[in-house]
């Protein structure tokens, strides 16, 4: 599969109603996964990690910059970490199946369009920057927003890659492709932060400090912190950083408090890291039980992006907002899509069935894909949830406010109708396979297919429910009329499906109408 990981990184952290909307932006588009939020209050910045396919993962970029356009004003933020754009930052990773080449080719893209569509000047950097001194972020972000903005219509140097000269309050975003990147900070037992620019100096590449390692000395939470990216933790290790800022700042009389990550970290950095502390010298991958366990196949690939049964029922019957009726809708779509996928895979290799074979194959894979993409389903209906109490909570206190809340609240609302009707039309889809299986598959199993188009029936009229009532709620009814129509009519073909179900359970289940 064709993998893309984007760290957009957010001039917001304050206002957490913000940072929901914007992630509701980038899980509005099937196929884009969240996988981590982290906002620091003192930085006032947000980064937040998603994956997915290519397209996915560009389109959701750019949804992204818009809504934080849309809800973030630079003239107005203050924070500890240096900054350019409301979207500052936008890195695009290649995990698999995908080039450098094709992470620069979707830098240039969505920075053409941002420019275009949005207005807001874009800097490409690190692969896909144009020029040299661009690669470097630290470059392109020099003087921060205050400085480009008095620079940016007069000097030619500083004139943008895409967009107008020109920086409006969404300030200006930097767009690019990059090798994994781990941002890592530590803490120092003093509130002295010339200590820890002292210390940065002396890690950082371009001052003749560690390759590959890029560093701040900041004041936060009124304790010195050394703010870093390490660009290749291959070529210069965790366990090597940390052992020099212990070393340096031994120098100063102060030692190492403690250390953080903002966002996620490659599972080899991890590891080498404790190699080296724990000095393993005859240390082997193979010899991590996790390892093994995936290596044996006792270990699903993808456990860790769906929840187990228990955690999930657990969460349904707390007594929080969210999961809800949508997120259960998706839940029993996927069990049903499971059930589809078992009975295909009971029916292969039996000579019984050997004129369908090559349906059933068909059909599992079908079934595959579908339980995917209704288990994200579980957390995108979350999520989307999430965005419109997020918009509920925005500020209303002048009228221009009030508008903007007001267009929130729709959007947030609409993309909340928005994410149960996938489950419709998947649950849609699941009736389908089941109903092929109930009709040619093994007939030991039969039993099995029908439960699977039951579940994808209630999987159905439950997220059926959630479009209505999210719909009902606007205040423009209009702009819910043809997603009702498409409900009606999924409707419609599940009606026929369940007809033609009870049909096969008759005839060839020889059970009683």
């Given at each position: 599969?064709?993998?893309?990981?984007?760290?957009?990184?957010?001039?917001?952290?304050?206002?957490?109603?913000?940072?929901?909307?914007?992630v509701?932006?980038?899980?509005s588009?099937?196929?884009a996964?969240?996988?981590d939020?982290?906002?620091?209050l003192?930085h006032n910045r947000?980064?937040l990690t998603?994956?997915?396919?290519?397209?996915?993962?560009?389109?959701?970029?750019f949804?992204?910059?818009?809504?934080a356009?849309e809800?973030?004003?630079l003239?107005?933020?203050?924070?500890?970490?240096p900054?350019?754009?409301?979207?500052d930052?936008v890195?695009?990773?290649?995990?698999?199946?995908v080039?450098?080449e094709d992470?620069v080719a979707m830098?240039?893209?969505?920075?053409?369009?941002?420019?275009?569509?949005l207005n807001?000047p874009?800097?490409l950097?690190?692969?896909?920057?144009?020029r040299?001194?661009?690669?470097?972020?630290?470059?392109i972000?020099?003087?921060?927003?205050?400085?480009l903005k008095?620079?940016?219509?007069?000097?030619p140097e500083?004139a943008?890659d895409y967009?107008?000269a020109?920086?409006?309050?969404?300030g200006?975003?930097?767009?690019?492709?990059?090798n994994?990147?781990i941002?890592?900070?530590?803490y120092?037992?003093?509130s002295?932060?010339?200590i820890a620019r002292?210390i940065?100096k002396a890690?950082r590449q371009?001052?003749?400090?560690?390759r590959?390692?890029k560093?701040l000395?900041?004041?936060?939470?009124?304790?010195?912190q050394?703010?870093m990216?390490?660009?290749n933790f291959r070529?210069t290790?965790?366990?090597r950083?940390v052992?020099?800022i212990?070393?340096e700042a031994q120098?100063?009389?102060v030692?190492?408090h403690?250390?953080?990550l903002?966002g996620?970290?490659p599972?080899e950095?991890v590891?080498d890291?404790a190699?080296w502390y724990t000095?393993?010298?005859q240390?082997?991958?193979e010899?991590?039980?996790?390892?093994?366990l995936?290596q044996?196949?006792?270990?699903?690939?993808?456990?860790?992006?769906?929840p187990s049964?228990?955690?999930?029922l657990?969460?349904?019957?707390?007594?929080?907002?969210a999961?809800?009726?949508?997120?259960?809708?998706?839940?029993?779509g996927a069990m049903?899509?499971?059930?589809?996928?078992?009975?295909?895979?009971?029916?292969?290799g039996?000579?019984?069935?050997?004129?369908?074979?090559?349906?059933m194959?068909?059909?599992?894979?079908?079934?595959?894909?579908l339980?995917?993409?209704?288990t994200d389903?579980?957390?995108d209906d979350s999520?989307?949830?999430e965005?419109?109490m997020?918009?509920f909570?925005?500020p209303?206190?002048?009228?221009?406010?009030?508008k903007?809340?007001a267009?929130?609240i729709?959007?947030?609302?609409l993309?909340a109708a928005?994410?149960?009707?996938h489950?419709?039309?998947?649950?849609?889809?699941?009736?389908?396979?089941?109903?092929r299986?109930?009709?040619?598959?093994?007939l030991?199993?039969?039993?099995d297919?029908m439960?699977?188009?039951a579940?994808?029936?209630?999987s159905?009229?439950a997220?059926?429910?959630?479009?209505?009532i999210?719909l009902?709620?606007?205040?423009?009814k209009?702009?819910?009329?043809?997603m009702?129509k498409?409900?009606?009519?999924?409707e419609k073909?599940?009606?026929?499906?369940e007809?033609?179900?009870r049909?096969?359970?008759?005839?060839?289940g020889?059970?009683?109408?």
């Amino acid at each position: 599969m064709s993998l893309v990981e984007c760290i957009p990184n957010f001039s917001e952290a304050r206002r957490p109603e913000v940072i929901d909307q914007i992630v509701a932006a980038i899980t509005s588009v099937e196929g884009a996964r969240l996988l981590d939020r982290s906002s620091d209050l003192d930085h006032n910045r947000s980064v937040l990690t998603y994956a997915g396919p290519p397209e996915a993962v560009e389109e959701a970029a750019f949804r992204a910059i818009k809504k934080a356009s849309e809800l973030i004003d630079l003239n107005h933020h203050t924070g500890q970490h240096p900054r350019i754009g409301a979207t500052d930052v936008v890195p695009f990773v290649p995990l698999s199946g995908v080039s450098m080449e094709d992470c620069v080719a979707m830098a240039k893209r969505l920075g053409e369009r941002v420019g275009s569509e949005l207005n807001i000047p874009v800097y490409l950097y690190e692969a896909a920057a144009t020029r040299p001194e661009r690669t470097n972020l630290e470059n392109i972000r020099r003087g921060q927003y205050e400085g480009l903005k008095s620079e940016i219509e007069s000097n030619p140097e500083r004139a943008p890659d895409y967009g107008p000269a020109k920086l409006g309050s969404a300030g200006a975003t930097v767009i690019g492709a990059r090798n994994p990147l781990i941002a890592f900070n530590v803490y120092l037992t003093t509130s002295e932060v010339e200590i820890a620019r002292k210390i940065a100096k002396a890690m950082r590449q371009s001052s003749g400090g560690l390759r590959y390692v890029k560093a701040l000395g900041l004041l936060v939470e009124g304790r010195a912190q050394v703010s870093m990216n390490l660009t290749n933790f291959r070529e210069t290790p965790v366990g090597r950083v940390v052992e020099m800022i212990r070393r340096e700042a031994q120098r100063y009389g102060v030692a190492v408090h403690h250390s953080e990550l903002v966002g996620l970290i490659p599972q080899e950095a991890v590891v080498d890291a404790a190699v080296w502390y724990t000095q393993l010298d005859q240390f082997s991958a193979e010899q991590i039980l996790e390892t093994r366990l995936y290596q044996a196949g006792n270990l699903a690939s993808d456990s860790q992006a769906k929840p187990s049964g228990v955690s999930f029922l657990d969460d349904l019957a707390a007594a929080t907002a969210a999961p809800g009726g949508g997120s259960a809708a998706a839940y029993a779509g996927a069990m049903g899509a499971a059930l589809v996928a078992m009975v295909a895979g009971l029916t292969m290799g039996k000579k019984k069935y050997a004129a369908v074979e090559a349906e059933m194959q068909a059909i599992l894979v079908q079934a595959g894909e579908l339980r995917r993409k209704l288990t994200d389903g579980v957390d995108d209906d979350s999520a989307a949830f999430e965005a419109v109490m997020g918009a509920f909570k925005l500020p209303k206190d002048t009228d221009e406010l009030q508008k903007a809340r007001a267009a929130a609240i729709h959007v947030a609302t609409l993309n909340a109708a928005k994410v149960p009707l996938h489950t419709v039309r998947n649950a849609v889809r699941v009736m389908g396979l089941a109903a092929r299986c109930a009709k040619d598959g093994n007939l030991n199993a039969i039993s099995d297919a029908m439960s699977g188009a039951a579940l994808a029936r209630a999987s159905l009229t439950a997220a059926g429910y959630n479009v209505r009532i999210n719909l009902n709620s606007l205040e423009d009814k209009s702009a819910g009329e043809q997603m009702l129509k498409e409900l009606v009519e999924l409707e419609k073909q599940a009606d026929a499906m369940e007809k033609e179900i009870r049909k096969t359970m008759v005839e060839r289940g020889g059970l009683a109408s």
